[in-house]
């Protein structure tokens, strides 16, 4: 049995989740059970970044323990995820104990290395990406392109540095062979246009003074903490058993996918493949990156007030209707916008009209003639044409998935329930005939496939469809929004 590795990101718990994050948890979770009805061991990984200085700045803000904090937000994380019926099979928290031991071993790796370095600093920090930036990656304002409007800090301290100068070389050589693959293309030139400038060391710790004195302490120094993005990286190390657990470790390591939006695209394709190379650890397979969410062509923002509740729309519209819309609306490598109207049109259209309207002609007149999808005398559709769709479309859905082009494996699966229409208009199997059995087994054939299909996308309704073609109480999958 194959293993396969799948990491999200790792959110920061500053807040609570998105529905940015929701789309990332759905499209990992995608990646994940379609690799386990191919029959590999899938171990799908998640966390919450609890030691970056944001946190501690919420934390203050609200008024409460930073541990509580970051252990409610977490918790939110957690309760998103099941919302969607996104399956992580190990949830890593950055504030525990096994996660600070896992860094702190990756520092000593790096450092034994030789590249590992103190000196005193002066840059422009940005918080929300808690990161240095230097003037030329600064927009005409002096500001950072993934927060307009929010001030630069000044700071000046002694820390500790990484000599990521070292391994631009090599990490050209990784991601031009495609050694270390990063999807879409787009992303991956980016990252060698990247490569091509100077790379600057760049600094991986902070003072106990401006860290606060959260985080994971620096080996040998108490007086730093590690950089967030150097701890919080590692815990999809720390997650399978880094420093902790070898053989479980050396089972999972390296990860087949790390799944990320497109602002850390850097920390993941440059910094992190440094830091795993100085350590002498192996580099993940692939990096998938997907876009952002707008809403109504705006980027989310409280300011604003345009922030959309995940957990509100799996109460309002169901979970599978909010991973149809994020699978099927928002291209999978670009940015893409919501709106309730979209939503609302996208759910009458495919799925009240389209799947559901489908499922419930067919079981219905399936019913009426006292025919089940498992009587032995349907193989396969008698029809030829819908026979090579099928065939077509199980390819089509595999390769959109190998790519992670998930709603181009969505248009594939409803171009079969369009074709599964146009039978039904053609040969009126409401009506008596000599056809009609053949006609109705081949629709149930059919749906039993779309509803095979959409098991990694739609996981409940797919078990949903399959029950009813087995003889279970008729239902109406998605009713129709007024």
């Not at 000046?156 to 879409?184: C, T, W």
Request: contains cysteine; aromatic residues 10%; proline residues 4%.
């Amino acid at each position: 049995m194959t293993k396969f590795y799948i990491t999200t990101a790792i959110p920061y718990v500053n807040s609570r989740p998105h529905l940015g994050h929701a789309l990332e948890f759905v499209q990992a979770d995608v990646i994940a059970r379609s690799r386990r009805l191919k029959g590999d061991d899938v171990l799908l990984l998640s966390g919450s970044d609890e030691n970056a200085l944001k946190n501690v700045q919420a934390a203050e803000k609200a008024g409460a323990p930073v541990q509580q904090f970051i252990d409610e937000n977490a918790r939110l994380f957690a309760d998103l995820a099941r919302a969607l019926g996104v399956q992580f099979d190990v949830f890593q928290k950055g504030s525990s104990k096994d996660h600070h031991a896992s860094s702190q071993k990756l520092w000593e790796l790096c450092a034994k290395a030789g590249d590992i370095y103190k000196k005193s600093y002066e840059g422009l920090y940005c918080v929300g990406c808690e990161t240095f930036y230097t003037a030329s990656e600064l927009d005409q304002n002096g500001e950072c392109f993934e927060h307009p409007g929010r001030k630069l800090e000044k700071v000046a301290e002694e820390n500790y540095f990484f000599k990521l100068s070292g391994y631009q070389d090599k990490i050209i050589e990784l991601i031009e062979k495609d050694e270390l693959r990063i999807v879409p293309s787009a992303k991956k030139n980016e990252m060698l246009a990247f490569l091509k400038q100077p790379l600057q060391d760049i600094s991986i710790s902070r003072s106990n003074e401006r860290a606060k004195n959260w985080g994971v302490s620096v080996p040998g120094d108490d007086s730093q903490k590690m950089y967030v993005w150097f701890d919080a990286l590692n815990i999809y190390q720390s997650g399978i058993g880094f420093g902790s657990d070898e053989e479980k470790y050396k089972k999972w390591w390296p990860a087949d996918v790390h799944v990320i939006g497109k602002g850390i695209t850097r920390f993941h394709a440059v910094y992190w493949p440094a830091f795993l190379l100085s350590a002498g650890l192996s580099l993940p397979k692939t990096i998938f990156v997907h876009g952002y969410i707008t809403v109504d062509g705006q980027k989310m923002s409280k300011t604003i007030g345009n922030m959309v509740d995940p957990f509100e729309l799996v109460v309002k519209y169901g979970a599978d209707a909010v991973r149809y819309f994020l699978l099927r609306e928002i291209p999978a490598t670009e940015d893409g916008d919501f709106s309730y109207e979209k939503f609302e049109t996208r759910y009458n259209a495919d799925l009240a009209g389209g799947l559901g309207n489908l499922v419930a002609r067919v079981v219905t007149l399936a019913t009426k003639i006292n025919l089940k999808v498992q009587d032995s005398s349907l193989k396969q559709a008698s029809n030829p044409k819908l026979q090579t769709l099928l065939g077509e479309t199980k390819q089509k859905v595999e390769n959109a998935l190998d790519e992670f082009q998930f709603n181009e494996a969505l248009v594939a699966i409803w171009e079969v329930i369009h074709a599964c229409d146009k039978y039904i208009d053609e040969k009126k199997p409401w009506s008596e005939s000599s056809e009609q059995k053949q006609v109705i087994g081949d629709l149930l054939l059919v749906i039993g496939e779309i509803g095979d299909l959409l098991k990694p996308f739609l996981p409940e309704t797919s078990e949903r469809i399959l029950k009813q073609l087995e003889g279970g109480t008729r239902e109406i999958l998605f009713p129709r929004l007024p």
